[in-house]
């Protein structure tokens, strides 16, 4: 199996008036593993479908290996594809499904037989090879469907929201392994999904969609660290926003001056700062910068999200739990943070 | 408990009621008026044995219309399900908006009286119909052909009143389908007659085996398009209990003609279930 | 979808000729209905409505049209009363027998309809309920009501049971729970069921032939036995005005319940 580059270029496509993807252009490197991220109808789907060939771009070209797939038929393409729902063949037992896509390939009944087992034991179901999907688990079908793509030695892997049928704790096991799987195999994977956790957890690198068009690609710890605009920063997780007069590498919130990061000092005027709940401190009174009064408090076990009320609104923060008791519903506190938490964003 | 509670038993009196007077105990008459004797000058008589199936069997004319019974039912069975299983699939893969237009041309039809609708062939297959009018104006040799009654009309006429239930049945099982296994099959590298063999068909082999029950009962007890299509002479079971009944008025011989008509009919129905049905769902756990 | 997923040529022109094939003796009949002849031609130089102006000197053709509209008003209607507890005991209940009594319910469609009009014949003759209204009434009540029972209890099956506990819950008692849940969330079922039986009972021949009498001829009935004598452009005439009315209804049933979800009985998408 050779990993193959795959190079999105300008791509776009339009259904009549309505845009549903707007001039994306990715590189995806041999053997990386590439979430395409976004909320539902940001066009991540339809990016999808136009890669594995069942739409056609109304502009713009897809390079697999170097190789316009322009005129490639979807059976021809050669990609492995795992469907939401699975898709798979109900009339068929596991290994039967798994090798669909090596007799389409007349691939000899041996070594069909022994490529099956392998694919089957590479997802550990080598025991279930003879039961039909319908007897099986919905972890163990999507191990199935993750077999029956990777048999047929892709050069590129499709996953379009595999594992969003499973329930939160297979879903966590599985998302374990089909990084494991990936890493092993070292085939070049494009997952599109609408849960950040999931993409952070899993790819080499996350695309971020919104509305059709890519926001920003980059490692998931620096999307999160320095998303490229609000609707990043919100969408990879929760952020307070802070709304500022910068000046002087100071900048001054609710009448309260304090030092803005290096990066931000030369910022001058009105602009919105924003701040990661966990890099927010929650004190005693008077002890830090932003007074408040913490309003509810919501027990997460391994920590503790409170919601304090301060003169610019409503602050979320995560505080550890450290075993200590936790501050009071009701309690005055103060907020304080490290200046270089603080990131500057147009509002979206 | 309060006061509308109904049990199942008020709930169902109704329609079983309405089911025994004009079901069950007619049927069970027919039955035993079967086993009476007919006279020309006295009517039924009051006797009960199986002189009437006996005649029967040994009847050829009888003989004959039940094997032209079965075997337009059966022609027109397999006609129907060699256009109608692709039609489905066809109208299904249209776009959105043609769909629900194309299936209701097709099934349309099944709403408007056979009477109408065999009425429609008489004009297009009489010598002088159009279908003739066309072959002799593109000078066909040997046109025109006499194609009224016929078998090949009676088919002709039975598949157009059946083939939109094949059509219905297997929509049915379509809908029942993941929509993504096509793509799935196409991702692998199947083409588009590999998938709707290899993929589609043995998943929807439950709406074609029971359109294909159904089909083939129907026609097997067709009475109408028969009768108008195949004229006086090309008798089949229905139109001769049908002659016994209001013509002869020979009422035993009708009732043991419409009997054995009906024990055919639950018998294939119970044979097709049990051996070809059964075997195919199997693979499917009874889907 | 995309091309990708759309019919081949092949198809396409499959799908023609298939519809023109289902169409084809539908539009000859309603084209011959305007023949200026007197006889059935096909094609005709002269368009006319003499024929259409014919029905209305055929009483025996008015007087059937009549009989046709309240024999399927009255048995769509009583179909209607019976089916709908019926399908209610089968759907919401669990007792010995039930599913002998959903098989008994869906029975008439297997059942030959010719020996159904024997048996009847022979039965009802026997009370003097032969060539009678109410002895249409009843047999059509018979070969109407799986298609009634069908469509309700698919209406049925689509409605969350949970949904008359939370009204039962809040203090409802059983038979306004079934006024004021039940019935109306089933009502597009029950209407289009209404409609499908109504058509059904106009448009049936064969049990009709064996029940007809002089003063009650069902349309089909009437059509059949004059096409038995001479075929005329008269037929044509009324076939057309019959395909006619079958659009109309089928149009107002489509406000109901689309007509391809009816036909094949599939649930809400």
């Not at chain 1, 069909?112 to 080598?126: I, K, Q």
């Not at chain 1, 830090?288 to 408090?297: A, C, D, F, T």
Request: aromatic share 8%.
């Amino acid at each position: 199996m050779r990993p193959g580059s795959l190079v999105l270029d300008g791509l776009a496509k339009r259904y009549g008036p309505v845009v549903a993807v707007q001039g994306v252009s990715i590189e995806v490197a041999r053997g990386e593993f590439l979430g395409l991220l976004g909320p539902s109808g940001c066009g991540k789907t339809t990016t999808l479908q136009m890669i594995a060939g069942f739409e056609t771009p109304s502009e713009g070209r897809i390079l697999l290996d170097g190789q316009d797939l322009a005129s490639t038929p979807p059976a021809k393409r050669g990609i492995g594809l795992v469907f939401q729902s699975y898709a798979l063949f109900p009339h068929m037992t596991a290994a039967e499904n798994v090798a669909f896509g090596l007799e389409m390939r007349r691939v000899p009944k041996a070594e069909r037989m022994r490529r099956v087992a392998e694919a089957l034991d590479l997802v550990h179901l080598s025991h279930l090879a003879d039961r039909f999907p319908r007897n099986m688990s919905g972890g163990q079908q999507q191990r199935v469907a993750l077999a029956r793509a990777l048999v047929i030695e892709p050069q590129l892997l499709l996953l379009d929201e595999p594992l969003s049928n499973l329930d939160a704790k297979l879903r966590e096991e599985m998302q374990v392994e089909l990084r494991e799987l990936q890493r092993r195999v070292g085939v070049t994977t494009i997952l599109v999904t609408h849960d950040q956790q999931e993409a952070m957890a899993l790819c080499d690198r996350v695309a971020v969609m919104q509305a059709g068009r890519v926001v920003q690609v980059d490692e998931p710890w620096r999307a999160y660290e320095l998303p490229a605009d609000s609707f990043v920063a919100d969408f990879l997780g929760r952020s307070n926003w802070l709304p500022a007069r910068a000046g002087g590498g100071e900048a001054e919130v609710a009448g309260r001056r304090f030092a803005l990061p290096p990066e931000l000092a030369g910022s001058e005027g009105e602009v919105m700062l924003t701040i990661r709940p966990e890099r927010l401190r929650i004190g005693a009174e008077g002890a830090g910068s932003l007074p408040g009064r913490v309003h509810s408090r919501v027990f997460l076990g391994a920590s503790w999200l409170y919601r304090v009320d301060t003169a610019i609104g409503p602050m979320m923060v995560t505080a550890q739990n450290t075993g200590a008791p936790p501050v009071e519903e009701g309690a005055p506190v103060s907020l304080s943070w490290d200046s270089h938490s603080l990131r500057r964003l147009e509002a979206a | 408990m309060s006061a509308g509670r109904a049990s199942p038993a008020l709930l169902a009196a109704p329609s079983g009621l309405v089911y025994l007077l004009a079901l069950l105990i007619p049927l069970a008459s027919v039955l035993l008026l079967s086993l009476q004797g007919f006279d020309f000058s006295r009517g039924i008589l009051p006797r009960y044995d199986l002189a009437n199936y006996a005649d029967l069997f040994t009847d050829p004319l009888f003989e004959e219309a039940l094997g032209r019974t079965f075997r337009i039912a059966f022609v027109t069975t397999v006609i129907c399900l060699l256009i109608g299983v692709p039609e489905a699939w066809i109208i299904r893969r249209m776009s959105s908006r043609w769909r629900g237009l194309m299936l209701l041309l097709v099934v349309g039809p099944l709403l408007v009286s056979v009477v109408v609708r065999t009425f429609g062939w008489m004009v297009l297959l009489g010598t002088n119909g159009l279908i003739n009018g066309a072959l002799v104006a593109l000078g066909v040799p040997d046109a025109p052909f006499r194609m009224m009654f016929t078998e090949f009309a009676v088919i002709l006429g039975l598949v157009h009143v059946m083939v939109p239930l094949v059509v219905l049945a297997v929509w049915a099982s379509l809908g029942r389908l993941d929509p993504a296994l096509p793509r799935a099959a196409e991702s692998l590298g199947a083409g588009r007659l590999t998938i709707f063999r290899r993929v589609i068909l043995p998943n929807i082999m439950p709406g074609v085996l029971g359109g294909a029950l159904m089909v083939f009962c129907l026609s097997a007890s067709a009475f109408a398009t028969p009768a108008m299509l195949g004229g006086r002479r090309l008798k089949v079971v229905s139109s001769m209990a049908y002659n016994e009944f209001l013509n002869t008025l020979n009422w035993p011989l009708g009732a043991a003609i419409a009997t054995l008509l009906l024990a055919a009919i639950l018998a294939a129905t119970l044979l097709w279930t049990r051996f070809v049905e059964r075997r195919a769902l199997r693979r499917l756990g009874g889907a | 979808m995309d091309r990708r997923d759309r019919n081949g040529p092949l198809a396409l022109l499959f799908h023609l000729v298939f519809s023109v094939f289902i169409v084809a003796p539908l539009l000859v009949v309603i084209l011959v209905s305007f023949t200026d002849k007197g006889y059935l031609a096909m094609p005709f130089d002269g368009a006319s409505l003499r024929w259409w102006a014919a029905i209305a000197d055929n009483p025996q053709f008015i007087e059937s049209l009549w009989v046709s509209l309240g024999l399927g008003l009255v048995s769509a209607t009583l179909s209607a009363l019976i089916a709908v507890p019926a399908a209610l005991a089968i759907a919401r209940h669990s007792f010995p027998g039930r599913d002998v009594l959903a098989a008994l319910l869906v029975s008439p469609l297997m059942i030959p309809h010719v020996v159904l009009g024997v048996a009847l014949l022979r039965f009802f003759s026997g009370f003097g309920l032969a060539g009678s209204f109410p002895g249409l009434v009843a047999a059509h009540l018979v070969v109407i009501t799986p298609y009634m029972l069908r469509l309700v209890s698919a209406g049925l099956a689509g409605l969350d049971p949970r949904v008359e506990r939370a009204a039962e819950s809040l203090g409802a008692d059983r038979f306004t729970v079934f006024r004021r849940i039940t019935l109306p969330l089933i009502l597009p079922g029950l209407a289009g069921g209404w409609i499908l039986a109504f058509i059904t009972s106009f448009d049936e021949l064969t049990v009709s032939l064996f029940l007809a009498s002089p003063s009650y001829t069902p349309i089909p009935v009437r059509l059949f036995t004059h096409i038995d004598q001479m075929t005329d452009p008269l037929v044509a005439s009324v076939s057309a005005a019959l395909i006619a009315v079958t659009i109309v209804l089928l149009l107002v049933l489509d406000r109901f319940y689309p007509i391809d979800r009816l036909l094949t009985g599939e649930r809400r998408a």
